[in-house]
């Protein structure tokens, strides 16, 4: 088993103990990939949700630019929302899991076609 594939079991894994979802295995597989060489460099890999910069970079890399969405008040909710979901207090929010929560809070995952 490769690194990445250990990744994506660790991204399954917080979905289904942290956020009590049961992963799309699929669609978890292809917004890991999407977020690149990311996923190995500790820093890069997390979501800093109490920086709010860090918050503004998802909405607009990510919301905006990946996703094709308009920018609006519902994007900050939206990452809000997630953010809460997985738990303020969970120190290591792993970008792709916040990624994959996004896509599927506004039904994108054609995006990953």
């Not at 956020?19 to 978890?28: A, I, R, T, V």
């Not at 800093?48 to 630019?65: I, Y």
Request: aromatic share 8%; hydrophobic share 35%; charged share 30%.
């Amino acid at each position: 088993m490769g690194r990445r594939d250990e990744l994506i079991a660790t991204y399954a894994d917080d979905l289904r103990k942290k956020c009590g979802m049961e992963p799309d295995m699929d669609l978890l597989t292809k917004v890991t990939i999407g977020c690149g060489p990311a996923i190995y460099n500790a820093d890069a890999s997390t979501v800093a949700s109490s920086q709010a910069h860090e918050l503004e970079t998802v909405k607009d890399n990510f919301l905006v630019k990946k996703l094709g969405l308009a920018d609006g008040p519902e994007l900050m909710d939206a990452i809000n929302s997630v953010v809460e979901t997985y738990g303020k207090s969970e120190r290591n929010k792993y970008r792709a899991v916040v990624y994959y929560m996004l896509t599927k809070h506004f039904g994108k995952e054609s995006v990953y076609g």
